[in-house]
């Protein structure tokens, strides 16, 4: 019996395995696919939510309206930096790569890394007692 198998990034297989073995599969497929139509149709999950829009973001019973620490140290941090390191490393995080960001800049990725690693230690020296 062949199987049809597709990998989670779209390349499909197919593999030759004994009639029991391909029964077995076949069936704990169909078994998990029915479990998934009954927990869509029955069961909601606040992990399934989409969460969009500032009023997520926002958690006004607690918040007094000044910056925590830790938004204070970010701030600081970024006011030591210079525009282009700002830059770099919020496209960074976005998760371009410093051979991106470089190509959209005009610049080549080794000044990209160099002024990311400077804005990373400028941050590191401001948060350090964030990080574990």
Not at 24 to 51: F, M, P
Not at 58 to 85: H, K, N, V
Request: glycine share 8%; proline share 2%.
């Amino acid at each position: 019996m062949i199987i049809n198998y597709t990998f989670a990034d779209g390349i499909s297989s197919e593999i030759e395995v004994t009639e029991e073995v391909g029964t077995c599969i076949i069936d704990t497929d169909k078994q998990e696919r029915n479990g998934d139509r009954k927990e869509r149709r029955h069961c909601w999950s606040l992990d399934a939510i989409v969460y969009e829009g500032s009023e997520y973001g926002r958690c006004d019973e607690y918040d007094d309206g000044s910056p925590s620490e830790l938004q204070l140290c970010i701030r600081a941090a970024f006011a030591e930096m210079t525009e282009p390191q700002k830059r770099r490393l919020l496209q960074s995080a976005q998760g371009l790569t410093c051979r991106e960001i470089g190509e959209q800049e005009g610049v080549s990725f080794r000044a990209v890394a160099y002024s990311i690693e400077g804005a990373k230690k400028i941050l590191m020296r401001h948060c350090k007692k964030f990080l574990h």
